[in-house]
């Protein structure tokens, strides 16, 4: 009889589950309304496209289409993995990548600290909307604007000579494309960057600012002990979502700026893909580059966030 009563409850159970979640959309169907484009959004353009990734296994034909194209294996992944120009992208890749997460990423979280120890209201406004522009300039006005900063005749050569020192088309040198590539993408978002971290200050309890001041501690000691503490959750989130982007350098900007000359440092896996995908024509082998890209960088999420939960409990999921 117990038996009985226990399948009976678990029956039951079962089937209130889905009428508590028919319940909640009626209640909150409004949410849900919003939240429909949303979904359909990352069905249709991030979900649905996933099939296009057997591609990479396969020696496509558009004639033939997916399904009548011949099978291939792994052969694309072996001649991308043995080929000459692996080591190259991979090391550029990773290279840029590294720079842009030493340099660029620490840049929105020190600015919005300094915006937040500014007292003068209009002087802020000013910074934050002078930081903030670039952000909302076309990525090939940006390229340009590097270009003519660093030729021969540019700005910076201007100073250079000016000191006394040698001009030099500095996008045909391969040994600075990296430091102008970092360098002007952190002058591009540092300013839009700031905006999460300064939501985040704003919701520190003004409390333990006061405790801090009474126990003696200075605007530095607030700083380490109050402010940073509590921006260490938004910035192990962003830290993890940066991470899982490591392997994933946009190739626009990279095209925009590269030149053969540059190729030893500039060429980067998504370069690379576009060139031998969409200049070459070759599908199948393009597309097993880029699937081995997002496996990576899939691995490193997955990574980075078992690490974050092991060290501070604080991760995505």
Not at 11 to 18: D, F, I, K, Q, S
Not at 80 to 103: A, E, P
Not at 188 to 215: F, M, N, R
Not at 271 to 277: F, I, K, T
């Amino acid at each position: 009889m117990a038996q009985l009563k226990l399948g009976r409850s678990k029956v039951a159970h079962a089937g209130r589950l889905p009428l508590n979640i028919a319940k909640d959309i009626v209640k909150n169907k409004y949410l849900y309304i919003m939240l429909t484009p949303v979904l359909a959004y990352f069905i249709i353009f991030q979900y649905f496209p996933m099939y296009g990734a057997i591609i990479a296994f396969k020696d496509f034909n558009p004639r033939l289409g997916i399904g009548g194209s011949a099978w291939a294996g792994l052969e694309h992944f072996r001649d991308f993995f043995g080929g000459m120009y692996f080591w190259r992208v991979f090391k550029n890749t990773l290279m840029i990548s590294l720079y842009d997460l030493v340099f660029g990423f620490p840049a929105p979280l020190i600015l919005a600290l300094l915006l937040n120890e500014v007292k003068n209201a209009l002087f802020k406004r000013s910074v934050q909307t002078i930081t903030y522009l670039p952000h909302f300039i076309s990525l090939v006005i940006i390229c340009g604007m590097i270009k003519d900063f660093t030729s021969s005749d540019g700005v910076i050569n201007d100073i250079i000579a000016f000191f006394g020192g040698e001009r030099i088309t500095m996008l045909l040198e391969p040994s600075f494309f990296r430091t102008i590539f970092v360098s002007s993408n952190i002058w591009q978002h540092v300013g839009w960057g700031t905006i999460i971290y300064l939501a985040a200050l704003s919701a520190i309890d003004p409390e333990q600012y006061e405790a801090c001041k009474i126990d003696g501690g200075g605007r530095w000691k607030q700083m380490l002990n109050v402010t940073l503490p509590g921006l260490l959750p938004v910035f192990v989130i962003l830290l993890i979502l940066d991470i899982g982007r490591i392997m994933s350098v946009g190739f626009e900007k990279v095209i925009l700026l590269y030149n053969p000359t540059t190729y030893v440092t500039a060429d980067v896996i998504s370069s690379y893909v576009y060139r031998v995908g969409l200049q070459d024509f070759q599908f199948s082998f393009s597309s097993a580059v880029g699937l081995f890209n997002s496996v990576i960088n899939f691995a490193l999420v997955i990574g980075s966030n078992w690490i974050s939960r092991k060290l501070n409990n604080t991760g995505l999921w």
